[in-house]
């Protein structure tokens, strides 16, 4: 018998045991509540007295309070445009007949995978720059600023609800939709009606995923905000020595208004009624008409490629003349002041996405089985499900700097490095958490008792049956995590201090991209331009090695 | 009221590769209660789902009152259709499920709470008016979605497979319930079943569907009594099936060689050509059964292998002397019952089996379920 199998046969044999299981959930639970939960919350909390130094700063909390309204204004703006935009493409992949289907299906994921900094230079390039759509009106068609600002939170965020509803319409039952054709109601009567109502708790998920995902975005924010200020800049701004109190002021509110709204809509969003009382026939016939189809499909299909995909794209033209003039002959060979310092940051940028990733999965894992198969109880086991939100809802620069408070407070040298990594960690756990405790919670639980009884015991039914049938899950949340990490500028800034030589590769993408900023719009350099290529054909290959590993196999 | 007119329909799924409905062509008509049986997979809800409109054929039409369904959809068609799962939708309560049809088609709310009253309180479910579909009952639920087609305003009523997930003993009260309803109302319904008995209780005529087309329409007494095919004299009831070959046609009568060389005669063949291999068909109640080895009409001699009693009948199945196998059923009241072992002579009147040619795939094929 070989190692692996002694191994194997030996955790098979010891997982049987009780106290093996309990020990198992209760480093998960300590992990969470260790390294994920307490260091933020404590880490403010501690310097909460520092609060007052700001009150009594009228036009430092006047400046605070405005930077954190316009986090939030945006985020829910962004919510609710990425909604009313995401949920008819997602329409258009999952019910749709047309033949530019699969080609929006394919590249509806691509502005979730191109790192948001590549994101961010992409679009000031394409909405700013001589160079892009602004060349045609003469000059900068749009400015950095706050217009700027949800344009680039518009573009991240979409992906992210389009997979939500598709996934949602694709789960959907569409006998409900017949059943209501077949009792008289027109399509549009019979969406209105039925599914939206019955497709409600997805679409407030997906409402919610993109209200944190731009409540969190920082590194492009800095690049297309101009002198615009949303709490994630006004942080990373006064991230500097002596500004101490105002940071825990900025960072504190985000954190509690962050929960506050996330409390609230799970409350009060079931309770959201979707007008269903109210019929107009004739109105919605013509709704549902060929024509107004086409109309829907092709307003659908005009904002994704012209509003999402183009711009997010754009910066890949600035890579081209990087093949020919030279540039990426230097980058091969490290030659250069940028390359000298990209490569080595990129090289930081997966060490700690790797390290995070493999952390979060080994002690994530528990914690996903424990809340979906409610192993502590239901009580217990829907706290935790409801906690493990909070590094999702709060600001990531929030989380980045209340994480970089306890560390530091506490009698120990941490290297920066392990700060960063405990941070990156904190942001990244949830993604794979609830994407893989909802994926166990579909398995039916019988598929496990029946394995039982056949003789395996628990570790075994865990590799045997768990395990390859969510694979598709668990590795999606392992490359969402990968990936996150790699994005994640806000936290890592929050956490270094400004003279930090540690540079992930969008801290230092940012400061490069923030040197070309000029009034008269963003100059185009190769060697950014090349960077963001590099960056986005490494995201593309993970991609694509994702699909080969999980390909046609059993999805949850 | 209207009729319905399939003419010549086709359905292929799969870029062509599956042909669910296969040129089918059936009139049903005005208040007639139709069922349509086959096993599953045989196309009976794809057809359904046809006429209802929410698939579109890729061949033929299909009338409703005389009217072309081309090109109208479902909501257009005045059609109430109950699903095999209900479809109740999850957040309304019965109530709103009920009247969903009514005001969604913005009809006068006097009107449509009236409707609604009625078909709940012709269900017996007004109480329940304020319940969510999920503190419902299989059988409530069933009600409630009969209901919900009624109060729509539907005079054809298309039925998937209602009752089919239900227990046997609420099945069978419901069947006659819904039947009831339909008459009472004088509607036209289309049921579709794949519990043959469900089909022969309630409907005024059957039609038997396998692999995408209909092998024969008529009253359960005209499936039962003559089957025009091998499948449907399987489906329908229970059949005994005995190969051999045409020897002669005399009077009326085919003479018909077994295996073993035993000799009986038909009243019914489909088929005449001397040496022409054929499948007898006879009922498990059309054979008699007497004790010992006697010599009389259509008579084969055999022993009683195996017997079961079940309450009104006891079955016996008989090993015949040329090792074909047949069960006869007889009433367990009428005389002593046989034994196991026992040698006994089963027999048959001409006029209760049936001769079909025998089919090219083979018998075995030709009975499959699917």
């Known amino acids: 018998m070989g190692a692996k199998a002694r191994i194997t046969k030996f955790l098979d044999k010891i997982s049987s045991k009780p106290i093996t299981r309990y020990a198992v959930y209760f480093i998960g639970i300590l992990f969470f509540i260790m390294i994920i939960l307490v260091p933020p919350i404590l ?122 509803m598709v996934g949602a319409l694709m789960d959907y039952q569409y006998v409900y939709e017949e059943a209501a054709r077949t009792l008289g109601a027109h399509p549009v009567g019979a969406e209105r009606t039925v599914t939206f109502p019955i497709l409600k708790p997805s679409i407030i998920g997906a409402f919610v995923l993109a209200f944190a995902r731009s409540i969190s975005e920082t590194g492009a924010t800095i690049i297309v905000a101009g002198t615009f200020e949303n709490g994630a800049i006004f942080i990373q701004k006064l991230n500097t020595p002596g500004n101490l109190a105002p940071l825990v002021f900025a960072s504190s509110l985000l954190i509690l208004i962050a929960i506050a709204i996330f409390a609230v809509i799970q409350v009060l969003g079931p309770r959201l009624k979707i007008p269903v009382h109210r019929v107009s026939p004739s109105f919605e016939r013509r709704l549902s008409g060929k024509k107004m189809v086409s109309l829907r499909d092709g307003v659908t299909l005009f904002t994704f490629f012209i509003i999402i995909l183009l711009p997010a794209l754009f910066v890949l033209g600035s890579a081209f003349p990087a093949l020919v003039d030279g540039t990426l002959n230097n980058a091969l060979a490290a030659k250069g002041p940028f390359w000298q310092q990209y490569w080595p940051s990129l090289a930081l940028s997966y060490f700690i996405g790797f390290v995070a990733t493999l952390v979060n999965v080994v002690l994530g894992l528990p914690m996903a ?52 990594i405990f941070a990156h960690i904190a942001i990244t756990y949830s993604y794979f958490v609830k994407s893989l405790a909802a994926a166990i919670s579909r398995i039916d639980f019988e598929m496990e008792n029946a394995a039982r009884i056949l003789g395996a015991r628990p570790f075994a039914v865990f590799r045997t049956i768990i395990l390859p049938l969510v694979k598709y899950s668990f590795f999606a949340g392992a490359i969402i995590m990968f990936t996150r990490s790699v994005s994640e500028t806000g936290a890592t800034l929050a956490v270094i201090s400004p003279t930090s030589p540690l540079k992930t590769v969008p801290v230092l993408l940012v400061n490069y991209i923030k040197s070309l900023i000029t009034p008269t719009g963003v100059g185009m350099s190769s060697e950014v331009g090349l960077g963001c290529g590099f960056l986005i054909l490494f995201s593309v290959i993970i991609l694509l090695l994702l699909r080969f590993v999980i390909r046609g196999r059993g999805r949850y | 009221m209207p009729d319905v007119k399939v003419v010549s329909v086709t359905k292929t799924f799969g870029d062509g590769k599956i042909v669910a409905v296969d040129d089918v062509s059936l009139e049903v008509h005005d208040k007639e209660y139709l069922s349509l049986v086959g096993p599953s997979g045989c196309g009976k809800t794809t057809l359904l789902r046809l006429i209802a409109g929410l698939i ?19 909501e257009d068609r005045g059609v109430g259709f109950v699903f095999q799962t209900y479809a109740l939708f999850p957040h309304m309560n019965v109530w709103r499920n009920v009247t969903y049809g009514p005001h969604i088609k913005a009809l006068d709310e006097k009107n449509a709470a009236a409707l609604g009253r009625e078909t709940l309180e012709m269900m017996r479910l007004y109480e329940r008016s304020d319940a969510y579909p999920s503190e419902l009952s299989g059988g409530m639920m069933q009600r409630v979605a009969v209901a919900r087609a009624l109060a729509a305003g539907a005079k054809l009523l298309l039925l998937d497979e209602p009752l089919g997930a239900l227990d046997a003993k609420i099945r069978n009260e419901l069947r006659y319930d819904i039947r009831h309803l339909v008459k009472d109302l004088g509607l036209t319904a289309i049921h579709v079943t794949h519990d043959q008995a469900e089909a022969m209780a309630i409907s005024d005529r059957i039609a038997v569907m396998r692999k995408g087309k209909i092998l024969q329409v008529g009253t359960p007494t005209e499936l039962y009594m003559n089957p025009e095919h091998l499948f449907v004299a399987n489906f329908i009831g229970e059949s005994n099936f ?129």
């Open chain 1, 43 to 164: 880490g403010i909390t501690l310097k909460l007295n520092l609060f007052m130094d700001v009150v009594n700063d009228p036009a430092l909390t006047s400046r605070a309070l405005n930077a954190i309204f316009n986090s939030f204004a945006i985020a829910i703006f962004v919510g609710l445009i990425d909604l009313a935009a995401g949920i008819p493409a997602a329409w258009f992949i999952a019910r749709g007949k047309s033949r530019w289907l699969n080609v929006v299906d394919t590249l509806a994921d691509l502005p979730f995978i191109i790192p948001t900094v590549a994101l961010g230079y992409s679009l000031l390039l394409f909405w700013n720059s001589s160079y892009g759509v602004s060349g045609l009106f003469g000059g900068s068609l749009i400015s950095p600023g706050w217009v700027l600002v949800i344009l680039l939170h518009f573009v991240f965020s979409f992906p992210i609800v389009v997979r939500v």
């Open chain 1, 369 to 420: 089985i424990m809340i979906a198969r409610k192993r502590m109880g239901k009580t217990v086991s829907a706290v935790f499900d409801l906690l493990v939100n909070i590094p999702i809802i709060v600001p990531s620069v929030a989380l980045g700097f209340s994480l970089g408070l306890f560390w530091r407070g506490l009698p120990l040298t941490i290297p920066e490095l392990l700060l960063v």
């Open chain 2, 56 to 74: 579109q054929p890729d061949k033929g039409e299909i009338y409703i009152d005389n009217v072309s369904m081309k090109n109208v959809p479902p």
């Open chain 2, 242 to 370: 005995l190969e051999g070959y045409v020897i002669g046609v005399d009077e009326g009568l085919t003479k018909i060689k077994l295996r073993g060389n035993l000799t009986v005669n038909s009243a019914n063949a489909k088929v005449g050509e001397k040496d022409e291999r054929i499948v007898l068909a006879v009922r498990p109640e059309a054979l008699r059964l007497q004790r010992g080895l006697k010599k009389t009409q259509n008579g084969l001699q055999g022993k009683v292998k195996d017997v079961t009693f079940e309450g009104t009948v006891t079955r016996y199945e008989i090993l015949l002397a040329n090792e074909d196998r047949v069960i006869v059923t007889m009433p367990s009241l009428a005389g002593e019952p046989y034994n196991m072992g026992e040698e006994v002579t089963v027999s048959f009147e001409p006029e209760k089996s049936h001769v079909f040619p025998y089919p090219p795939r083979g018998l075995m094929d030709e009975l499959k379920l699917e």
